[in-house]
C-alpha cells in the first residue's frame, strides 16, 4: 500500500512537471481571444484535480446549488487551501476571483489569470484600492459573471480565526446584488504550506444568500456567522471521517 507520504510526492512531482509543460507548450494561446485561454485554464485545472484524485485519492462534492440564483452575485468564500484556487474555476465557472496583483506576475500562470477576467487588486493602497476594486466588480457584473472574493483576504487555518475585509462589505453596498456565502473543509485535508494531501472528500457548501440592503454591521454579522457556523459543521464532520487528528 502506498503510504501517504509517497502519494503527496507523487503529486507534487506530477503538479509541477504538468503545470510546466502545458504553460510551455500553452504560452502561445495567451495572445488568442480569451475564450481559448479560459478553455486552456481549465484543462490545467481539470489535470490538475484528475491527478490530485488519482495519487491522493482527494476529491470534493459540492452542495446547495439550490442556494445559487441564476444571475451574477458575489461569491463569499472559506478559504483554507491552495486547493481553492484549482476547484473554484469548475465550480463557479461564470465568475472573476478578487486576487492580490502581484499574482499576475507569475510567468504563464500569472498572465493567464489576467487573461482570463480576474479581478487584481494592490494590497496596502487603502481607499485607491478599494474604488479600483470596486470598479473592477461593476465591470464584471455587466458581463454577466459573479465576483468570487474570500472575506478574510488569505489562507486561515481550520479553528483559526482572522477578521473579515472591507472589501466584501465595499462591494456589498456598491453593487446590490446578493451575497452567497460559502463553507469549505479544504484545510482538514489540504491543509496550508502542508506537504501531505489526505485523502478523502472536501465538502464545499453554498448557503442562502444574502439580500441586499442591510447596513454594514449587519451585514458582516450575518455574513461571518453564516460562514464560521457552517464551516465549523464541515470541518467536525471531516474529522470525525478521517477518524484522526489532520496535524498527526
Known sequence: MIGLGL???LFNVGWYAGTTIIAIVGAPILLLPRRYVVAWSLFWIDFCLGWLKLTCR?????SGLENLPAGPVIIAC?????WETLAFSRIFPRSATVLKRELLFIPVVGWAMARVGN?????GEGATALRGLVRQAKQTLAEGRS????PEGTRVAPGAE???QVG????YRQLGVPVVPVALNSGVFWGRRRFIKWPGII???MLPPIPPGLDRETFMTTLRSHIEEATNRLVKMAHRDRGQDPAG
Request: charge should be positive; charged fraction near 25%; proline fraction near 3%.
Open 147 to 150: 465576483i468570487l472574493i474570500f
Open 78 to 82: 472559506k478559504h483554507q487551501s491552495s
Open 162 to 164: 482572522r477578521p473579515y
Open 7 to 9: 502519494r503527496s510526492f
Open 203 to 205: 465538502d464545499v457548501e
Open 119 to 123: 479581478i487584481a487588486v494592490e494590497r
Open 58 to 62: 482527494l476529491t470534493h462534492r459540492v
Open 168 to 171: 466584501t462589505a465595499a462591494l
